[in-house]
């Protein structure tokens, strides 16, 4: 399915300039010049009215996210046949250029809402619904569309109440806004995610689940039926702090009585249990008033004692582990103090959790940081003490599957230490400690996850073209566009657009300056469904032989052509024709050498590079070759024995004792028959 939508991407659609050149995505999509729709933007992403060439009488508009948006184009098709869900669908996207901004923004088209939003962006009161209202107007149509997307496998990940727009002419209904033009869950407030979401950097909070989604439509809920977003006053920090210390549904109400009708629904809703916490099934049985159940509130990772780390008591693990894991080199210091281990033996009420700190310790003792715990350890500390939250390695937050999403801001911002250390947490199987640490019960739920991470290990081990930290990033986040500096800002989202681009280059360059890099290599390795193991051996036994890497990146291009197109690319085929023509000089037959130029010469102009390639690379063709030289060779030896043989002084001398022999027999004979003449004469 992402593979479809990338090869949709529209290389074809116009790119604005500076100059204010006309926008049109997907052949028929235009905006509107001089068109803004404030009301519409979304985070740093600015809409604009959108007309259809098709249908002119469509209300639309386009949204353009800024180039660091990490947009989620692997559930853009999901999304736009998935009609009788109340949602913002997206119906075309592009890539385009913003006038201000560097590098190419994606743009995505969206029906344009009949009306606006339950809650201005940036708003802390509205006027408060009923609960009945709540439940037919957002509770339904929420539910019924999550209920579709669960079945896909999809999260919505951005419920909010200024991302939720009333729908239909009389408002009876509420649609669920934008959830494709930025990455999953990066621009919801810490209010809206559940507290080990909250405490991952937004970028890296990862698809979740659908349980996600419910919890962010529990405080949705609140603040729609109370008229006010609840803890306003606070920064995130102090958010994340209150949901553990007192819940997150105390820390939501802040000592007020829920809305009549809708305590246990909230409740159930906010709860930090993720097992516990309400799903599909339980709000339907609500919503048609058949559970009236309460779930009980539970604080996690609350402590009788407080650790002192840093100047600040932390009565929370949780909290605790969300300091660990800011700094390493600080958290290994206070791992190794005696004053940790008494602080575990005495308060702490999970024997069993602090029985697994001490072995992580233990371990640590004998490694290779000299009796203090080194960064992995940290982690696996980190990991016991908060188990559902996220990865902490050096530094790096990061849930796990929001590992993909962190790599791509990693490489879109240069952040080339960020890169670094997400390489080494994948290689040295921190992020697998994470499923590990919970036992086989939660492997079995994460299998899909776990040999994900086990693949990217496997990338990471090798460090030829096509391999390495590029191959993990082209394979974590499926719809990311090909980073290659040789691409010079083309945008290339699919494998099918590898091509003509490289093509457009040629044509207005004459040449490629570099045919072969880390990224073209990796993305093309991630993206094909062909098998180019045997070309990427090639690259990497070419050691810098610039000839040997354009033949083994002409197998990779003639596989690409084969399989996605185009049909012809006269100039790319013309360019490599010609920086190939010396390797014929391979071919040891003056006659065949003669002839593959002459073939080769006539496919410079065809534009097949599947024909070049099986000109060039003909294994059977080298092979027969091969042999008829190594016969030739055998032959001249044969001969050149012979000659060496009859030239030699010991054959001279054996032949000249043959012909004296001979001449002797002869003149015998000759006299012998001259006597018997004379005698019978």
């Not at 000089?585 to 003669?594: E, Q, V």
Request: charged share 25%; with cysteine; hydrophobic share 40%.
């Amino acid at each position: 399915m992402a593979n479809d939508v990338q090869d949709r991407a529209s290389s074809e659609a116009d790119n604005a300039s500076e100059g204010g050149a006309e926008v049109i995505i997907g052949g028929r999509y235009r905006l509107v010049a001089g068109s803004p729709l404030p009301e519409l933007d979304l985070g740093d992403a600015k809409a604009y009215v959108a007309q259809d060439s098709h249908s002119e009488s469509d209300q639309l508009f386009i949204r353009i996210c800024p180039p660091t948006a990490l947009p989620r184009m692997g559930i853009f098709n999901n999304l736009r046949h998935m009609m009788e869900a109340s949602l913002l669908r997206p119906i075309e996207f592009g890539s385009v250029k913003r006038p201000g901004i560097a590098g190419n923004c994606t743009a995505i088209v969206f029906k344009r809402p009949e009306h606006g939003a339950l809650m201005p962006v940036g708003a802390t009161t509205i006027s408060a619904m009923q609960p009945d209202e709540i439940s037919r107007c957002v509770l339904g149509p929420a539910v019924l569309t999550l209920g579709y997307m669960s079945q896909r496998g999809l999260t919505h990940r951005a419920i909010r109440p200024d991302n939720m727009y009333w729908d239909g002419i009389l408002k009876t209904s509420v649609m669920l806004g934008d959830c494709v033009s930025f990455a999953a869950a990066a621009l919801q407030p810490v209010l809206y995610e559940s507290v080990e979401s909250a405490m991952t950097p937004p970028i890296a909070r990862g698809v979740g689940t659908i349980r996600d989604d419910f919890y962010a439509l529990g405080v949705t809920t609140l603040v729609l039926s109370s008229g006010s977003v609840p803890l306003s006053g606070l920064s995130p920090d102090e958010i994340i702090r209150a949901k553990l210390q007192r819940g997150s549904f105390s820390a939501v109400m802040e000592g007020e009585r829920p809305p009549f009708g809708l305590r246990e629904l909230l409740r159930g809703l906010l709860s930090d249990d993720s097992y516990n916490r309400w799903g599909l099934e339980q709000l339907e049985q609500w919503l048609g008033g058949g559970l009236r159940s309460s779930v009980q509130e539970v604080r996690t990772g609350a402590v009788e004692r407080p650790f002192t780390y840093e100047g600040k008591e932390f009565s929370n693990y949780r909290l605790l582990a969300d300091a660990f894991g800011r700094d390493d080199k600080k958290a290994a210091k206070a791992l190794a103090d005696p004053g940790f281990d008494k602080w575990l033996r005495r308060g702490v009420n999970d024997n069993a959790m602090a029985d697994r700190i001490h072995a992580v310790l233990d371990v640590s003792q004998d490694s290779k940081t000299k009796g203090k715990p080194g960064p992995r350890h940290v982690t696996q500390v980190c990991m016991l003490l908060d188990p559902f939250g996220p990865i902490r390695y050096k530094g790096f937050v990061s849930m796990p599957n929001g590992i993909g999403s962190s790599l791509a801001d990693a490489f879109s911002c240069g952040d080339s230490e960020k890169i670094k250390i997400i390489a080494e947490c994948l290689s040295s199987g921190t992020a697998l400690d994470w499923y590990v640490l919970k036992g086989t019960t939660e492997s079995v739920i994460y299998d899909q996850e776990i040999k994900q991470i086990k693949q990217m290990q496997h990338m990471l081990r090798h460090t030829a073209p096509g391999y390495g930290i590029e191959r993990c990033l082209y394979m974590l986040d499926a719809t990311y566009a090909c980073r290659s500096e040789s691409l010079n800002g083309i945008v290339v989202n699919g494998i099918r657009d590898l091509l003509p681009a490289l093509e457009k280059i040629v044509e207005k360059q004459g040449e490629l300056k570099s045919i072969a890099d880390r990224h073209i290599t990796a993305f093309v390795a991630s993206r094909t469904k062909s098998n180019i193991d045997k070309p990427l051996a090639a690259l990497e036994s070419a050691q810098g032989d610039a000839t040997a890497i354009k033949l083994a990146m002409l197998s990779i291009f003639a596989r690409i052509q084969s399989s996605a197109g185009p049909s012809s690319l006269p100039f790319l085929t013309a360019w490599l024709a010609r920086e190939l023509e010396s390797t014929v000089n391979r071919i040891n037959s003056k006659s065949r050498r003669d002839q593959v130029r002459k073939r080769v010469r006539a496919l410079a102009g065809a534009g097949s590079l599947v024909d070049l390639h099986s000109c060039l690379n003909n294994d059977k063709a080298f092979n027969q070759d091969e042999r008829s030289r190594k016969m030739a060779m055998r032959t001249f030896a044969d001969a050149a024995r012979e000659i060496a043989q009859l030239e030699s002084r010991e054959f001279q001398d054996s032949a000249q004792r043959l012909g004296w022999r001979i001449a002797s027999g002869i003149s015998t004979s000759i006299a012998f028959i001259t006597v018997c003449f004379v005698a019978l004469s």
